[in-house]
């Protein structure tokens, strides 16, 4: 029986080009294009195996596994991504993921990849795999403390506010009123003593709380 895989990437043609790499060793389940549809696929379907970009809409792909391995620390995640940079390799790795491979360097290091992460093996492009080791813990534990404070829903919100929808639209997205959007949308720029929505997006990139 083949390792079932499950595809998250917003770009439907990336999406559809990975079929003919994966398929002939794997079982691809579903391809899912937002981080909200990815944990849904993910309880109904069980994979094996998650394969999801970083920028995606509605919800981040770290975010979303983070939130996947809270109910299910089972499934594997390699992240594929167009991001060479070092700081959201480590956020990946933090999250749970077993692997972390460059979008133009899926053809030789995808497959690679996913094997080692079956066998419960971490993968990280070599072209970030130095930097990781020599990446300081410190930038590590800061944004594990910027982002601690957050809660799941606060995130979320954050997440929807970077790629840039209004308020009545996370309200629908989310499924709350548009009065509890506002309410965690203040809150957090109390919190980090911040007063413009922009500064707060501004915030969320820099710290790797969000991903746009």
């Known amino acids: 029986m083949k390792p079932r895989i499950l595809l998250a990437d917003d770009h439907r043609l990336v999406a559809e080009g990975l079929r003919s790499l994966i398929e002939p060793e794997f079982e691809l389940v579903g391809i899912v294009e937002d981080g909200r549809g990815l944990i849904a696929a993910t309880e109904k379907l069980q994979p094996d195996i998650i394969i999801a970009d970083i920028s995606m809409p509605l919800l981040n792909g770290i975010e979303a596994v983070r939130q996947i391995k809270k109910a299910n620390k089972n499934v594997k995640v390699i992240f594929l991504t167009m991001h060479p940079d070092v700081t959201y390799a480590v956020s990946a790795l933090e999250a749970g993921a077993l692997g972390y491979v460059l979008k133009h360097s899926a053809p030789a290091e995808l497959i690679t990849a996913v094997r080692r992460a079956l066998k419960g093996k971490i993968f990280v492009t ?55 959007v506002e309410f965690h949308k203040y809150q957090m720029m109390r919190d980090v003593g911040i007063k413009t929505v922009a500064e707060l997006i501004r915030y969320a990139i820099k710290h790797n709380i969000v991903s746009i």
């Open 126 to 180: 070599p072209l970030l795999e130095g930097e990781i080791m020599l990446s300081p813990k410190k930038g590590s534990i800061e944004r594990r403390e910027e982002s601690s404070h957050l809660t799941k829903r606060q995130r979320e919100v954050l997440q929807l506010l970077a790629e840039g929808c209004l308020a009545k639209e996370i309200a629908s997205i989310l499924n709350i009123s548009t009065k509890t």
